[in-house]
């Protein structure tokens, strides 16, 4: 995994927290000073909260596992569907949908539902209906694929979650905590972190401090992935090889051909 210095950090304003009188006590262990009643994140643990995220995110790649990239808010959606979407890693962008992980069967369902009219339209097999009940279909199809398209590679929930906002996805962090899902996040002064498997105390409002992390986690969770595929081609050229015949066992089959070529 790349190293990042604590410069990067704050050039990304990572540091900057939310007024004092909106913070939550529980994030007091980040909470390095305040400056005109702002309070400023100590820096030293934002690296080492996302460099034990990032080793996390390796694992789960090198696993073969699913990381769910979860941000809704305005300043995360596009951010996280661009990354998700490099690192071909499933995402939610729009809004989290409810049940997702504690009503998986029924949300399965819809998942099911996109990725059948997906192979459908493709093969023509709506040519039978007429055109307006076509355009309703396509229209239904869409609707599906804004709030499931992320995710509609998933044949199972995930693995684990990244999510950017703890306090706007509270929904997610709940069903996770129900299911015993690992979480990662940013935890901003105004979150609780105590509910977050690996929090990374930072500015979670700040375009350039939310790039540089969901990159950072992004390009971590490929490189394990990278690492989990060439594993498989190695397993599968392995398999494929002939079985060598035991040297012994050749000499043997030798000598007898050249008996039975001399009783002939």
């Given at each position: 995994?790349?190293?990042?210095?604590?410069?990067?950090?704050?050039?990304?304003?990572?540091?900057?927290?939310?007024?004092?009188?909106?913070?939550?006590?529980?994030?007091?262990?980040?909470?390095?000073?305040?400056?005109?009643?702002?309070?400023?994140?100590d820096l030293v643990k934002t690296k080492e909260g996302l460099l034990a995220a990032g080793e996390f995110a390796l694992k789960l790649g090198t696993e073969g596992k699913k990381l769910l990239f979860v941000g809704t808010k305005r300043q995360a959606k596009k951010l996280i569907h661009d990354e998700a979407v490099r690192v071909d890693a499933p995402f939610f962008?729009?809004?989290?949908?409810?049940?997702?992980?504690?009503?998986?069967?029924?949300?399965?369902?819809?998942?099911?539902?996109?990725?059948?009219?997906?192979?459908?339209?493709?093969?023509?097999?709506?040519?039978?209906?007429?055109?307006?009940?076509?355009?309703?279909?396509?229209?239904?199809?869409?609707?599906?694929?804004?709030?499931?398209?992320?995710?509609?590679?998933?044949?199972?929930?995930?693995?684990?979650?990244?999510?950017?906002?703890?306090?706007?996805?509270?929904?997610?962090?709940?069903?996770?905590?129900?299911?015993?899902?690992?979480?990662?996040?940013?935890?901003?002064?105004?979150?609780?972190?105590?509910?977050?498997?690996?929090?990374?105390?930072?500015?979670?409002?700040?375009?350039?401090?939310?790039?540089?992390?969901?990159?950072?986690?992004?390009?971590?969770?490929?490189?394990?992935?990278?690492?989990?595929?060439?594993?498989?081609?190695?397993?599968?050229?392995?398999?494929?090889?002939?079985?060598?015949?035991?040297?012994?066992?050749?000499?043997?089959?030798?000598?007898?051909?050249?008996?039975?070529?001399?009783?002939?």
């Amino acid at each position: 995994m790349k190293e990042i210095s604590l410069r990067e950090l704050l050039e990304a304003g990572c540091h900057f927290g939310h007024e004092v009188k909106r913070w939550n006590p529980r994030a007091a262990q980040f909470i390095y000073t305040t400056r005109d009643r702002i309070h400023i994140i100590d820096l030293v643990k934002t690296k080492e909260g996302l460099l034990a995220a990032g080793e996390f995110a390796l694992k789960l790649g090198t696993e073969g596992k699913k990381l769910l990239f979860v941000g809704t808010k305005r300043q995360a959606k596009k951010l996280i569907h661009d990354e998700a979407v490099r690192v071909d890693a499933p995402f939610f962008s729009q809004r989290w949908v409810g049940g997702f992980i504690t009503n998986w069967t029924e949300v399965k369902k819809r998942i099911d539902k996109l990725n059948k009219m997906d192979a459908d339209k493709k093969t023509g097999a709506w040519q039978k209906f007429v055109k307006h009940e076509q355009l309703k279909l396509d229209r239904e199809r869409l609707k599906l694929e804004k709030y499931y398209g992320g995710v509609k590679q998933l044949s199972d929930h995930p693995d684990a979650l990244f999510i950017v906002d703890v306090k706007k996805e509270s929904a997610a962090v709940s069903e996770c905590l129900k299911a015993g899902i690992p979480i990662i996040s940013i935890v901003d002064t105004n979150s609780d972190p105590t509910k977050i498997n690996y929090p990374i105390p930072a500015n979670d409002d700040a375009v350039k401090s939310i790039t540089l992390l969901i990159s950072y986690l992004a390009n971590a969770y490929e490189e394990g992935l990278q690492a989990f595929k060439k594993k498989e081609v190695k397993t599968e050229v392995k398999a494929k090889e002939p079985v060598a015949v035991v040297p012994k066992l050749q000499a043997k089959t030798k000598k007898v051909k050249k008996v039975k070529d001399e009783l002939k």
